[in-house]
């Protein structure tokens, strides 16, 4: 059974970094052609994907937020991260973490999502 | 960047009703995912690579299309099937989302 669930500080102030924390079990990031991504979700909108991470350490990220965003992954603890520098409101969103499935790099299992809200 | 455009934005449905969603795409892609998002919670995958059903989604959901126009269909709403409707495409990076088909119950 794949589950993942996100973690966060809830809270934070405009500058500062958010980091995530996704813990996952029922996969392995070590095994091949497995790959988490991050997508987030700000309250009444829609979806944004913002990075994956793949079993060989390849990363991709979305281009209108890459200068800002860092994905990594523990892979004997089963655990990926996503840091985001210089948060400002418009970062206040539901973060959510994704197993992706397949080739073509669908979103296959979702964790229940982690709100992060950014203000002074 | 690939974007992809939902219609119609808002549609109610009565119980029975068959139900067409469409995304289409800025660019050709391989294939269509689609997810379904009920109120305050997270999204489920839906329909993956087009028009495979993900698990427990019932038979009354199919997918088709091809190259930019892609659709989901419901062949007899049912109470339990309103929710918002997002479409992804992951065939180039960056991947994308439509933005979403807010489906209710007429």
């Known amino acids: 059974q794949v589950t993942l669930k996100e973690s966060g500080p809830g809270i934070l102030q405009p500058s500062q970094t958010l980091s995530l924390t996704c813990t996952f079990s029922?996969?392995?990031?070590?095994?091949?052609?497995?790959?988490v991504g991050w997508i987030r979700q700000p309250s009444g909108k829609g979806l944004e994907w913002l990075a994956n991470?793949?079993?060989?350490?390849?990363?991709y990220y979305n281009p209108s937020l890459k200068n800002r965003l860092t994905i990594s992954k523990d892979t004997s603890n089963n655990q990926a991260f996503l840091k985001i520098t210089n948060v400002d409101t418009a970062d206040t969103a539901t973060y959510y973490c994704?197993?992706?499935?397949?080739?073509?790099?669908?979103?296959?299992?979702w964790g229940q999502g982690t709100l992060v809200t950014v203000s002074s | 960047e690939i974007v992809l455009t939902q219609s119609p934005t808002t549609m109610a449905a009565s119980p029975g009703e068959k139900v067409t969603l469409t995304c289409r795409a800025s660019?050709?892609?391989?294939?269509m995912h689609w997810y379904q998002q009920r109120s305050g919670t997270s999204p489920k995958l839906w329909i993956y690579?087009?028009?495979k059903l993900a698990s427990g989604v019932p038979n009354r959901f199919s997918g088709s299309g091809s190259g930019t126009s892609y659709s989901l269909t419901i062949n007899s709403m049912e109470t339990e099937d309103a929710a918002t409707y997002y479409c992804?495409?992951?065939?180039?990076?960056?991947?994308?989302f439509g933005a979403g088909t807010k489906l209710e119950l007429k």
């Open positions: 994704a197993r992706i499935g397949g080739y073509y790099h669908w979103f296959a299992y």
């Open positions: 029922g996969f392995s990031l070590s095994t091949y052609g497995m790959g």
């Open positions: 991470i793949w079993w060989d350490d390849d990363k």
């Open positions: 660019s050709s892609v391989s294939y």
């Open positions: 690579e087009t028009s």
């Open positions: 992804q495409q992951g065939s180039s990076y960056p991947p994308t």
